[in-house]
């Protein structure tokens, strides 16, 4: 099973950078992960300031530009995880926020082709 976790924004991961020796923690802890193969991919995204909401009514669009100031639209950096189970993600992103001294992640299962002939409910 594919899951994709979203770790939450907050104003301190909206106004810098990380250090050299976050950075450097984080690359060996992506490369065990890759290569232990749970990990699937990870990026860390830039603050809200450099993002855009698009919303499209009745064939209209509307952009929103960041940075958005609400911490609950923020988001820091996402992983796709190949897991045995939801339990495993939840058990893998306890382990990742660990690591980085807390925050919040949000898990969401992706559909896999499979998933759709088999008429799993959204």
Not at 35 to 50: D, F, K, P
Request: hydrophobic share 40%; proline share 5%.
């Amino acid at each position: 099973m594919r899951y994709m976790a979203l770790l939450k924004g907050n104003p301190e991961s909206e106004s810098h950078a990380p250090s050299a020796e976050e950075i450097a923690t984080m690359g060996k802890y992506i490369k065990e992960a890759k290569t232990a193969g749970w990990l699937l991919a990870t990026e860390g995204l830039h603050s809200s300031a450099n993002a855009a909401r698009i919303k499209v009514t009745g064939g209209k669009p509307s952009i929103t530009d960041g940075p958005f100031t609400e911490a609950k639209e923020l988001i820091a950096s996402y992983a796709m995880l190949q897991v045995n189970s939801k339990e495993e993600a939840v058990e893998r992103a306890a382990q990742f926020l660990d690591l980085i001294g807390g925050g919040e992640v949000e898990i969401w299962q992706v559909f896999d082709p499979a998933d759709f002939a088999a008429g799993t409910p959204c």
